[in-house]
């Protein structure tokens, strides 16, 4: 597992939120539906993006999966409230990045890829609106999956601003 974070330190938050992340993989891929349940907020909201047949996840949240799928990290940074996890299953070509918010020591979002080449990147730490076009340029990319080519198959990209 490649743990990663934004400066290149690991702040205290940081490393909460990725803890708090992975033994979340943990409760999931041992079927352990308490432990979920305490580290997911009741209202948790979902975003998914990938082939339908994929949404492993929500099938193992929902208790609608007799699947065998497992969430193994294989690199994990953080952002903020945001953590960045990413994994591959080679016998299924599948690679997967989820997007996870942390807020209050639970998790409170998701945002979940399969088979999608993730780039992210960080938008300015104020309230201020910036243009989509800027004397700055581009925004710069603070992360960018890179299990997507393990599936040997070529995969759509995505942009996700942070």
């Known amino acids: 597992l490649e743990l990663a974070n934004s400066q290149g330190t690991h702040s205290d938050a940081d490393?909460?939120?990725?803890?708090?992340v992975l033994a979340l993989y943990d409760a999931l891929n041992s079927?352990?539906?308490h432990a979920v349940a305490n580290i997911l907020a009741a209202d948790l909201e979902w975003w998914f993006h990938g082939p339908p047949h994929h949404q492993f996840l929500m099938r193992m949240l929902t208790g609608d999966s007799n699947d065998t799928f497992r969430f193994l990290p294989l690199r994990i940074a953080s952002f903020g409230p945001t953590v960045i996890v990413e994994g591959c299953d080679t016998a299924r070509a599948i690679a997967w990045v989820h997007a996870w918010t942390v807020a209050d020591?639970?998790?409170?979002?998701?945002?979940e890829y399969f088979n999608t080449a993730l780039t992210v990147t960080r938008i300015h730490d104020s309230d201020e609106i910036l243009?989509?076009?800027?004397?700055?340029?581009?925004?710069?990319?603070?992360?960018?999956?890179?299990?997507?080519?393990?599936?040997?198959?070529?995969?759509?990209?995505?942009?996700?601003?942070?």
Do not use: F, M, N
């Open 15 to 20: 490393s909460s939120s990725k803890r708090l």
């Open 105 to 111: 020591g639970i998790v409170t979002q998701v945002r």
């Open 31 to 33: 079927a352990d539906s």
């Open 131 to 162: 243009p989509a076009t800027s004397a700055a340029g581009r925004l710069p990319c603070v992360w960018e999956s890179s299990v997507s080519g393990r599936v040997g198959k070529s995969v759509p990209g995505l942009v996700l601003a942070i």
